[in-house]
């Protein structure tokens, strides 16, 4: 039994350190302005500036400046077909008149997130007729590309 609970508090002892050790590795910090509204996962955003960070290990604080409303994402790194490529950028997906944000990334590799697909965004995409996807990316300097999605 006493064996047992040493082994028990070693684990824990080792979990904690390891949790410890992925909070303290967020290096991410971007700022940005968009120039229209937006929807992460369930929560809708006002145009405005926008800092993201990187509190946690695969989750990021999205913070508006102005009214410092904050909301906490889950993401997944990015996968190979949206690779850093060393440009800082934002990317948004676009359904009409609406803005999903779906990329993060500072260029680097290991700072490059994909967000998740909200309902509301999954129901956009699988409607019939299917709405043109574009892809809008916010670059640091605050200008605005816009391409033909998948």
């Known amino acids: 039994m ?8 070693a684990t824990l002892a080792l979990f904690l350190s390891s949790t410890a050790t992925f ?17 992460v ?12 960070t990187d509190p ?11 009214g410092q409303a904050a909301a906490f994402e889950h993401v997944q790194p990015a996968s190979s077909s949206e690779k850093a490529d060393g440009r800082i950028r934002v990317v948004f997906h676009r359904y009409d008149n609406e803005y999903f944000l779906a990329v993060i990334s500072d260029g680097s590799t290991k700072s490059t ?4 697909q909200s309902r509301q965004e999954a129901r956009l995409a699988d409607t019939r007729p299917k709405p043109e996807l574009r ?6 300097d605050g200008t605005i590309r816009e391409t033909l999605g998948k």
């Open 2 to 9: 006493k064996r047992t609970l040493c082994l028990a508090a």
């Open 113 to 116: 997130f994909r967000l998740r």
């Open 41 to 52: 996962e369930n929560t809708k955003f006002a145009a405005g500036d926008y800092e993201v």
């Open 56 to 66: 946690a290990h695969l989750i990021l604080e999205l913070r508006n400046l102005q």
């Open 23 to 39: 909070a303290q590795s967020g290096s991410l910090k971007l700022r940005f302005h968009v120039s229209f509204p937006f929807a």
């Open 135 to 140: 892809i809008v990316s916010v670059l640091p």
